[in-house]
């Protein structure tokens, strides 16, 4: 639970942008990463990242995985 406080609550608070940014409110920014486990039953589940939202905007899975592989190409090309 430190961990996931001290990247969220704590980096938005670092930062000076607690009162949009931290933790899941009305008014903040949707910008959140979602689970497929429990990452207080193990901290490794935070690995096993099923969707993002940034920007109110939803990436799937699989949108996930063309936006690695694109990266991937471009930096192989590069």
């Given at each position: 639970?430190?961990a996931?406080?001290t990247?969220t609550?704590?980096?938005?608070?670092f930062?000076?942008?607690?009162?949009?940014q931290?933790?899941i409110?009305k008014?903040?920014?949707a910008?959140l990463v979602?689970?497929?486990?429990d990452p207080?039953?193990d901290?490794?589940?935070?690995s096993?990242?099923?969707a993002?939202?940034i920007r109110g905007?939803?990436?799937d899975r699989?949108?996930?995985?063309?936006?690695?592989?694109?990266?991937e190409?471009?930096?192989?090309a590069?």
């Amino acid at each position: 639970m430190q961990a996931l406080q001290t990247a969220t609550v704590g980096a938005a608070e670092f930062m000076g942008k607690s009162a949009t940014q931290g933790t899941i409110e009305k008014g903040k920014a949707a910008d959140l990463v979602l689970l497929d486990a429990d990452p207080l039953a193990d901290i490794h589940n935070t690995s096993r990242i099923a969707a993002v939202v940034i920007r109110g905007k939803l990436l799937d899975r699989g949108a996930l995985d063309e936006l690695l592989s694109s990266a991937e190409k471009f930096a192989a090309a590069h």
